[in-house]
């Protein structure tokens, strides 16, 4: 049972357009997710995160919203960049201790 | 901030071999530590955590154990790897006993361990 789901494994953006990557779940009782950045044989990098009493957290070029009622987030970058390029994960609690993540998105910015 | 340190960084071992592997976190007190696996293609898949020493919590029945000798070592083994070990493994913190206010269930990754069992 995938409780966190990233239906789109990849996604190619140009160089200085907006990338927005998608995430679904599944347990209401999830109330804080989170983002993370993964670059090949690299371990995953903190992004952005956001609790489930706000629907916007805004870090420089990342912004994630948060719909509840559909029970989706989603990822903005802004503009897009070749450094950027990179495997993408959501994650989400509802259990103190664990994180849930999902299958990843790979992203491609290209010039 | 904390620093979190795994090795080997890379690990080729024959079926049927042992398997250990060491995570330490500088930086922190207390944390709660977690080893997940990538498998290739596929999403984070949480192994173990600890919130204590010799404190053990698995998540998935297999072919691994875990041990935290000290608070801020992680260690990861088996007796006898199997072909379905593959995969890259991730050590993480999460800072204290819980996030500070604000950042939950943050947690932040090592630098990862490729093993290949041929």
């Known amino acids: 049972d995938q409780q966190v789901k990233q239906n789109s494994p990849s996604l190619s953006v140009q160089e200085g357009r907006i990338s927005i990557l998608n995430c679904d779940y599944t347990n209401s009782m999830f109330d804080y997710f989170l983002w993370y950045k993964k670059y090949p044989a690299e371990g995953p990098t903190f992004l952005i995160s956001?609790?489930?009493?706000?629907d916007k957290n805004e870090d420089g070029r990342f912004t994630v919203f948060l719909n509840k009622s559909a029970k989706h987030l989603s990822l903005h970058i802004v503009p897009s960049q070749p450094g950027d390029s990179a495997v993408y994960f959501c994650?989400?609690?509802?259990?103190?201790?664990?994180?849930?993540f999902g299958t990843g998105t790979r992203l491609q910015v290209f010039p | 901030s904390q620093t979190i340190h795994q090795w080997p960084a890379t690990l080729v071992q024959p079926v049927g071999s042992p398997l250990s592997l060491e995570c330490t976190v500088e930086?922190?007190?207390?944390?709660?530590l977690y080893w997940y696996r990538q498998a290739a293609g596929r999403g984070l898949q949480l192994l173990f955590y600890s919130v204590g020493i010799g404190q053990i919590s698995s998540e998935v029945p297999q072919n691994l154990s875990a041990s935290r000798p000290q608070d801020r070592q992680f260690i990861l083994s088996s007796k006898k790897l199997l072909l379905s070990d593959s995969g890259f493994y991730l050590c993480a913190c999460r800072q204290g006993r819980f996030g500070l206010a604000g950042t939950q269930e943050t947690q932040y990754f090592g630098p990862g361990t490729r093993l290949l069992v041929l």
């Open positions: 956001i609790s489930s009493i706000k």
């Open positions: 994650a989400a609690s509802a259990v103190r201790n664990k994180l849930i």
């Open positions: 930086g922190t007190s207390n944390p709660n």
